[in-house]
């Protein structure tokens, strides 16, 4: 058995009937997009929700995106600073001299459950919800390219996305403040990017990682790809999140970890 597969099992060891990924984490990103896109589509149908026209495919992966990635890259950030927090990194280097294990078994176990499971959720919601609410879905199509790309890309979105937040946390080891990183460059620095006027606030957004993303899952564009299409946005953001990985890896390797 390799020292991989042994980081991999053990990862996975962890993921008890009590564990918070299991009843937590995991309900939280499926229920909440779900629950939100259904209550607007009630709402819609029964004219309580002001709407404009019905919901087209390009925008049907947006609570996803914003609920089901973060929440199972909270996931991964937990697990890895915990390490941290409860002292076990130092005993866990001490059997394991690899370094670079660690990092790749929860890279493999939380961005595979945040693949699988954005990819369930994506793939629920864009299928079903037609057929539950077609007066409001009825324009949704998962088996068109604009659907199947959300079915492919959102899964990848949030598998790079788990990386960053991993990477991240063998820099800060801290949880709350690599959520509060990221949430802040999402929702603050790439918002207030969209309040410079001219071409740099131009520029500025469509450098923008999180938005790139979100492009190249499929997601309705604000911006113009300055990578060739969705699929270079995709590529855009997969690299910087690599970059934040290995980044996180090297400084495990370098440091010094003691009891």
């Known amino acids: 058995m390799t ?37 607007i589509a ?3 149908q029964s004219d309580l929700l002001p709407t404009d026209g019905g919901m087209e495919t ?7 995106i914003i609920f089901t990635t973060f929440i199972l890259m909270l996931a991964g950030i937990s697990s890895t600073c915990g390490e941290y927090g409860n002292g076990t990194i130092g005993t866990y280097l001490a ?12 890279l493999i176990t939380y961005g595979g459950l945040g693949f699988l499971v954005s990819l369930m959720t994506i793939a629920g919601i864009v299928g079903l919800f037609p057929l539950i609410f077609p007066d409001v879905w009825g324009a949704v199509s998962i088996t068109s390219s604009s659907g199947l790309r959300l079915v492919y890309g959102v899964p990848l979105l949030t598998f790079f ?6 990477g991240l946390s063998l820099l800060v080891h801290r ?6 990183l990221v949430l802040l460059w999402k929702f603050g620095i790439e918002v207030f990017f969209t309040f410079i006027p001219g071409d740099l606030g131009l520029w500025l957004q469509r450098l923008s990682p999180f938005k790139n993303g979100e492009l190249g899952a499929g997601q ?14 995709l590529a855009y953001f997969a690299v910087l999140c690599a970059v934040f990985f290995v980044w996180g890896v090297v400084r495990l390797h370098r440091a010094e970890i003691r009891d």
């Open 3 to 39: 020292a991989l597969t042994r980081g991999i099992r053990s990862e996975l060891s962890r993921w008890s009937w009590r564990s918070p990924v299991l009843y937590s984490f995991v309900p939280l990103a499926i229920l909440i997009p779900v629950i939100l896109n259904a209550a």
């Open 42 to 44: 009630v709402a819609s």
């Open 58 to 64: 390009e925008n049907s992966g947006y609570w996803v």
């Open 95 to 106: 059997i394991q001299p690899k370094r670079w294990v660690l990092p790749m078994s929860k």
């Open 161 to 166: 996305t788990c990386a960053l937040g991993i």
């Open 175 to 180: 949880s709350g403040v690599v959520v509060m």
């Open 220 to 233: 309705v564009a604000t911006i113009d790809s300055p990578f060739g299409g969705g699929a270079g946005s």
